[in-house]
């Protein structure tokens, strides 16, 4: 599984204070945390309350970049600050992302395309969450066919189902599994799916075994990649074993340990 | 029809036998093996940097278990293992020595690692290839041989073994202090060579210096088994594995030799033909099926198998 580290966010106090205060070893510090702990990549998101967000993003990657060449995600709702952070990051991105709102698509899919990035497509809409599978998969057709359109690989296109709290939307925990199973089938060469795994938890009392019980069974869905904390070491103890299950990994007595130890 | 092809996203690792005077060795060449970043001979789909390289076989002790059709091309250099290694060398073109010190083998002369060091002191003095070193087996001995021979070889960035998983501290240490690759072996096991890579590069020694010896069987001994590992870890390694990414060594000869059908005789089995051919075939059968899974290098006995296979790989790298 493709794991994309979710720590660099401006929403949390050291990253938004170390934002303020300009303090680079903060966030070098998180970056390569993170890394040792397993992640591919690191999402990177100035945060609410930035009140320079295009060149806060700018000043997050260049400092990110001087101690890692992982891929960055590039996560904001705007897209001038996406662009913003496009200019200057040295490895292929991941734009974190767009909605399924043709006026985001436009824009987006032609940025994505401009920059060699991969993209996140939101199965969500101006016209709200949706309910069930079918109005998921309804979404997706209309990302994998705008993106498809404009020429942008649809294998570099990450599809996310919306993950809901469990505690809020409980019937509705199949649905988003069986959308992941079936976003694959909308096109050939199939799209990519990803998840933004801590949602699933928001308010529960027991939130890191909700977070890994539902990423291993997203796994077993089919699930390419997800955006959560590499730090909850069950969390990701739980996703490098669904890899095993899944025949994505060979197994030896260290697994875990060689999984972390080969991403370095 | 569009031929589909597959696209990899990482490679096997490279290794490098031998240094040079300017890296400071003795050896003429160096050899590289791995590198490759696509599965055997898929030209079209990855690069493969490097030709197989095939080490020949030879013992500090004239071998009691070879057949004599095998003795028959080295019958007037086996009680002299200096003499052998020239010979192939210089007759036989060899690029690559693979010494097996079986004469340290307490079952066999029981020679003293003092013995043995001297030994490849004076064959790295004769020859100019580079060395591969393997063990006589017996674990206890082995740890008291390899190091001495280790040192003995310092700096000439031989590739040596072998470390298993019950046994690989003290080899590990002495290729670390003196500068060598190491073969780690695994009983065709796919689950104890990753656990084994991954204890050898915990103690510090870098996966570039890692040869994996998967073990293996000869035609009609469980090569399909053999290949069938090679392939996984092979597709492991394509796929990012890094602790799978090493290049293989595969013991042709030591196993072709062995299988009843390389040795019998005419007269038992009079059926199965020429003798003569017999075994020279068999090896290089078993050998060619362990290019096409992936073998790196390839220890062989019999001079005539060696050019049977040296000729099928340059057609092969061709292509």
Redesign the interface.
Known sequence: MFIIGELINGMYKNIGRAIQEKDKAAIQKCALQQIQAGADALDVNCGPASRHPISDIQWLIEAIQEVTDKPLAIDSSKPVVIESGLKIVKNRAIINSTTADPEKLQVLVPLAKKYNAKLIGLTISSKGIPQNKDQRLELAAMIVATASDAGFPTEDLYLDPIVMPVNVAQAQMCEILEAIREFKIISDPAPKSIVGLSNVSQGTCVRSLVNRTFLTMAAAFGLDAAIFDPMDKELMDAAITSDLILNKQIYCDSYLDAYRKGKL | MELSLEKWSAAVSTVTIGATKEEGGTRLARLEVGGQKTLPYLFSEGQIPHKPQIAYEVWDIAPLDWPKELLKPYQDVIKDPLSWAQKCVTEYKAKSLCVRLMGAHPDFTDKQPQEEAKFIAGLLKNVSVPLIIIGCGDDAKDNLVLPACCEAARGERCLVGSAVQDNYKTLVAAALADGHNIIAESPID???A??LN??I?DMGLGLERIVINPTIGALGYGLEYAYSIME??RL?AL??????ASPFICFAGQESWRAKEAKASVLEFPGWGDEVQRGILWEAVTAVALVQAGADILVMRHPEAIKKINQYLDNLMRA
Request: proline share 0%; no cysteine.
């Open positions: 796919i689950n104890i990753k656990q991954i204890l590069s996984r870890a492991a796929a990012g594995d890094k602790m799978m």
